[in-house]
């Protein structure tokens, strides 16, 4: 059975720091894109960062560039996203994704029939 669980939020004050992991099982990991996207209240889901399993190639929103990383454990079939200095701004529900497609040179896409974690809340403030 296809898996993503999410874990790693919490709340923290501006300037903090968190990381986020997403575990994966059922699935080759190296074969798929794995993308973070978030939630605000409110607003529209936003693509965060994405890295393809297989070559590591990487995307990162403007909103987070210098500030968020993405990384991956192929042994444990797990992507972190390291947040730091973390702004109100980010406070919203995290979720990793898995699907065909990914980074290719300064853009990324992912297919719609991918697959989705539960999500974690990670939420800023003073």
């Known amino acids: 059975q296809l898996q993503l669980v999410e874990s790693g939020g919490g709340s923290v004050q501006p300037g903090g720091s968190l990381r986020l992991s997403c575990a994966t099982s059922?699935?080759?990991?190296?074969?798929?894109?794995i993308a973070w996207f978030r939630q605000a209240p409110g607003k529209g889901r936003e693509g965060v960062s994405c890295?393809?399993?297989?070559?590591?190639?990487?995307y990162y929103a403007d909103s987070v560039k210098g500030r968020f990383t993405i990384s991956r454990d192929i042994a444990e079939n797990t992507v972190y996203l390291q947040m730091n200095s973390l702004k109100p701004e980010d406070t919203a529900v995290y979720y990793c994704?898995?699907?065909?497609?990914?980074?290719?040179?300064?853009?990324?896409?992912?297919?719609?029939?991918?697959?989705w974690g539960q999500g974690t809340q990670v939420t800023v403030s003073s």
């Open positions: 890295m393809n399993m297989d070559d590591g190639s990487i």
């Open positions: 994704a898995a699907a065909r497609g990914g980074v290719s040179g300064s853009s990324w896409y992912l297919r719609p029939d991918g697959y």
């Open positions: 059922g699935f080759t990991l190296e074969n798929f894109a």
